[in-house]
C-alpha cells in the first residue's frame, strides 16, 4: 500500500502538472500560428486560440481558488519549495540550455541566412527561436527536477 504524499510533495506535483500544461499549451499556441502561417482556414485555426484563450484565465482562476481557500500552511511549504537547493540547480541548468538552445540556431540561422533566406516574415523566426527557448527550459527543467 501506498503512504500518502505529504503537502511538499503535493505541491512538487501541482507546480509539474502546471509546467506540463504550460508546455502543451504552447504546443497548441505552436500548431495553430503553424496552420496561420500556412494560410489555413479560419474554421481550421479558429479551435486552437480560442481554446487557449479559454483555457488560460480558467486555469489561474481554478489555481488561485483553490490556493485560497486550500490549506493555509501552502505559503510557507511552496516558499520551502521554491528555495530548495536541488530545485535552484534544476532552474539553473535549465535557463543555461535554454539559453543555448535560443542562442544557437540565431547563430545558425545568421551564418546561413544568405544562402537560405526564410520565406516567412522575421517576426515568425524571432518567435519560433523564444518557443525553442521556452519549451527547452520546461522540458528540462521537468526531467531535472525532482518527482515526488
Not at 500518502?4 to 500544461?21: A, K, M, N, Q, V
Not at 500560428?33 to 479551435?47: D, E, G, L
Not at 527550459?137 to 526531467?143: A, E, G, M
Amino acid at each position: 500500500m501506498k503512504e500518502p504524499l505529504d503537502t511538499t510533495d503535493l505541491l512538487i506535483r501541482r507546480e509539474r502538472r502546471g509546467i506540463t500544461g504550460a508546455l502543451l499549451l504552447m504546443l497548441v499556441l505552436l500548431i495553430g500560428a503553424a496552420m496561420v502561417w500556412m494560410q489555413a482556414p479560419i474554421r481550421a485555426t479558429a479551435p486552437f486560440f480560442f481554446g487557449a484563450a479559454l483555457a488560460i484565465p480558467l486555469t489561474i482562476a481554478w489555481s488561485v481558488g483553490r490556493t485560497l481557500w486550500g490549506r493555509r500552511d501552502f505559503v510557507a511549504k511552496r516558499e520551502a519549495v521554491r528555495r530548495d537547493e536541488g530545485r535552484q540547480s534544476a532552474i539553473d541548468r535549465a535557463c543555461r540550455y535554454a539559453l543555448v538552445a535560443t542562442l544557437a540556431p540565431m547563430a545558425a540561422y545568421a551564418l546561413l541566412s544568405q544562402a537560405l533566406p526564410f520565406p516567412g516574415p522575421v517576426a515568425v523566426l524571432l518567435a519560433l527561436f523564444v518557443v525553442i527557448g521556452a519549451a527547452t527550459f520546461l522540458v528540462t527543467f521537468l526531467v531535472m527536477d525532482r518527482a515526488p
